[in-house]
């Protein structure tokens, strides 16, 4: 092989951003379960928020329930599937041990998180933000001449529909990050239920002023701000929400990150 077929080769076969993304992207889809998981995840959400709009009548609200959170309470389903799907992105690599040759063939190793996150996190995003533009014009079909009657064009409608799908992309992306770090489906998924969903509760119920003030920027009382139509009592404002929630990511994947270096496979 001549000097400048080897420099061919090498630029070849180089490891790019674009390749690793590219790579990452058809192992997702690859495996038949991204596409039931955010299917089903989409036809919860447009099935129940359908189901609740038709049996719901005016004043049976709370007062602070708008329109959008009415649609789209599928989303606290969907986001359980989403956040099962974003641990096996991960972990299911581990336990298949097809992990070792991704990493073979990324020896860097931190780019195949990224990837995976960037790849999933899109996919997601991508299905609920549709899923959930859906929905609200279905449940609008049976809210006509409610209290809840409401258009797209609506002051905070359409940006409580898009924080709602970027909340549960950005659970899910958390939950990919905790497969990463356990290792494990089993693992990644206790460490969502644990951590995301009861932690909160258990925080909420301590004795103390400062403990109730810090729920509100747990991640899953951040997605409730940011589904919120106005301004809701205990959650934070939309734009605090989402800059709390993505601050949870860039942790939650830096742990990760941190450990892929450290450990061996």
């Known amino acids: 092989m001549t000097a400048t077929t080897a420099v061919t080769a090498t630029t070849a076969y180089r490891v790019t951003t674009r390749r690793v993304l590219r790579s990452e992207w058809s192992k997702l889809w690859s495996v038949r379960s ?13 099935a129940l928020g359908a189901v609740v709009a038709a049996n719901y009548t005016s004043g049976d609200g709370d007062g602070t329930t708008g329109p959008a959170q009415l649609a789209l309470l599928g989303t606290q389903f969907g986001q359980v599937i989403v956040a099962v799907l974003g641990v096996m992105v991960t972990a299911g690599e581990y336990s298949t041990g097809t992990i070792r040759a991704t990493l073979t063939a990324v020896p860097r190793r931190l780019p195949v998180l990224w990837a995976k996150a960037a790849v999933f996190g899109a996919a997601a995003f991508a299905t609920l933000l549709a899923t959930a533009f859906v929905t609200f014009p279905v449940s609008q079909g049976f809210l006509s001449g409610t209290d809840q ?17 970027a909340g549960i992309a950005l659970i899910g992306v958390i939950s990919l990050a905790l497969g ?17 969903l009861i932690l909160p509760e258990v925080v909420g119920a301590l004795p103390f002023g400062a403990a109730r003030d810090a729920v509100a920027y747990f991640p899953s009382r951040t997605v409730e701000a ?5 301004p809701k ?16 990511v860039a942790v939650a994947l830096g742990a990760a990150g941190l450990l892929l270096r450290r450990r061996d496979v």
């Open 233 to 248: 009592a205990g959650l934070l404002s939309p734009g605090t929400a989402f800059v709390a929630l993505c601050a949870w």
């Open 226 to 230: 940011l589904m919120a139509t106005g």
């Open 180 to 196: 990463a770090a356990l290792r494990g489906v089993p693992a990644g998924i206790g460490g969502y239920i644990g951590g995301v």
């Open 149 to 165: 009657e409401a258009a797209l064009t609506d002051p905070g409608v359409a940006r409580a529909l898009t924080g709602a799908a």
């Open 34 to 46: 991204t596409g039931i998981a955010l299917g089903a995840t989409a036809a919860l959400i447009i």
